[in-house]
């Protein structure tokens, strides 16, 4: 049983499970919530209210999470979170009124979100290749949007978030056994005689001017590409008259295209500015938003949803780790990426507020024109932006 143990702690199979499972159970909570929602009797206003506050709360915790990860480690903080996110789903699926809906899904979106940027770090920071571990979260977020579709139809709208508690409890053994290089590296620093640099504050970061801006465009990309993940599977059920199954088919096989990206991400991650990169990350979520908002024919819609649906994020999530790599201090990245991640949550926040009431008030074209003028004023400002292009970092290759 040691000599198992020992096999299998670092091993690719044990960041295999954590990514798999991980994104898994994040589809299945997150893939259908607003037809979820809507099934249940709520309007589109309640469906961006309760994604507004779970947004909230994900953005008000986040920065703390990242502390106390600093602070006591993120094996301990991670773990009583995986453990919590489970009990978070329980008391969704459980909930007998909306406002119990609306904090049980409040408590399981900042607990899912919470562990993310440690999630991320650890991608980039194992003994294998990005792409070759990332990939499997995107494999997983794909295998649990074509579920979350059959088990909602063929089970009950609950089943998802059952799915939830299965997938998050086998993901607790994914990372039980991971053991990335971020912990080594601050060991062999103390070994060295060097001190580890202490923690950067929110404080110290938020005096960072490039850093500021680069916040700035976070909120943009995230408030355009939030709203558009949680109204489209709702657009093409409601709106385009599509089956939930049906629509989750397209949106899983949508996430598919994701991994090339991530499989060729060593050839052109390093390679590639991080202005460049930003400005196609921003140019797909143009395009992912364009055929909603000129109400464009049905084929036409399916077929940029394929293209454009999930690129655009996967590109953003690397790029967010090469550049917060560039402009904060490498050892603090926790810290940084959580307070990218509360922005981002801050973005979503004011989308979903707004688009939930433009559905309402005028229809899904309506809500997607207005989210395609924000991503057209996040293209400005990223050609404005002055960010070092990062390619000294090697972080993917």
């Known amino acids: 049983m040691e000599r198992l143990l020992a096999r299998y702690t670092n091993s690719y199979a044990s960041y295999v499970i954590l990514f798999f499972f991980y994104d898994l159970a994040f589809a299945l909570f997150s893939a259908l919530i607003s037809v979820y929602l809507i099934g249940k009797g709520y309007s589109a206003s309640e469906v961006s209210l309760t994604i507004s506050i779970a947004s909230l709360a994900a953005m008000v915790t986040q920065p703390i999470i990242g502390s106390l990860t600093?602070?006591?480690?993120?094996?301990?903080?991670?773990?009583?979170?995986?453990?919590?996110?489970?009990?978070?789903?329980?008391?969704?699926?459980?909930?007998?009124?909306?406002?119990?809906?609306v904090g049980a899904y409040a408590a399981l979106n900042l607990l899912m979100n919470g562990v993310n940027p440690t999630i991320e770090r650890m991608a980039t920071s194992s003994p294998y290749s990005y792409g070759s571990i990332r990939t499997w979260g995107t494999v997983g977020f794909a295998v649990g949007t074509q579920v979350t579709g059959i088990i909602y139809d063929g089970i009950g709208p609950e089943a998802p978030y059952v799915g939830v508690i299965f997938a998050m409890l086998i993901a607790i053994v994914g990372f039980w056994g991971t053991s990335p290089r971020v912990a080594e590296t601050e060991q062999a620093n103390i070994e060295d005689g060097v001190e580890p640099a202490e923690p950067?504050?929110?404080?110290?970061?938020?005096?960072?001017r490039m850093f500021l801006f680069y916040l700035v465009l976070q909120i943009i990309f995230s408030a355009v590409t939030g709203a558009a993940y949680s109204f489209t599977p709702a657009a093409l059920t409601s709106h385009l008259?599509?089956?939930?199954?049906?629509?989750?088919?397209?949106?899983?096989?949508?996430?598919?295209?994701?991994?090339?990206?991530?499989?060729?991400?060593?050839?052109?991650?390093?390679?590639?500015?991080?202005?460049?990169?930003?400005?196609?990350?921003?140019?797909?979520?143009t395009l992912q938003v364009l055929p909603f908002a000129l109400n464009l024919p049905f084929p036409i819609v399916i077929g940029i949803?394929?293209?454009?649906?999930?690129?655009?994020?996967?590109?953003?999530?690397?790029t967010n780790m090469k550049v917060v790599n560039t402009i904060v201090d490498p050892r603090q990245q926790i810290t940084g990426l959580a307070i990218v991640k509360a922005c981002q949550n801050f973005g979503t926040i004011i989308s979903n507020n707004i688009g939930g009431n433009l559905v309402d008030a005028a229809g899904y074209p309506t809500m997607f024109l207005f989210l395609l003028g924000m991503i057209a004023l996040g293209v400005v400002g990223v050609v404005f932006f002055k960010v070092p292009s990062g390619n000294d970092k090697k972080l993917f290759s």
């Open 241 to 285: 008259g599509m089956e939930a199954s049906t629509a989750s088919t397209v949106l899983s096989i949508a996430v598919l295209l994701e991994v090339p990206l991530l499989l060729f991400s060593s050839k052109f991650m390093d390679k590639v500015p991080n202005k460049v990169l930003l400005l196609v990350a921003f140019g797909l979520a």
């Open 200 to 208: 950067v504050s929110i404080k110290d970061l938020l005096t960072n």
């Open 70 to 101: 600093d602070r006591f480690g993120m094996r301990l903080v991670n773990m009583v979170m995986f453990g919590l996110t489970c009990l978070a789903a329980l008391l969704f699926v459980l909930s007998p009124g909306f406002w119990i809906t």
């Open 305 to 318: 949803t394929f293209l454009c649906k999930h690129p655009p994020a996967i590109l953003n999530i690397m």
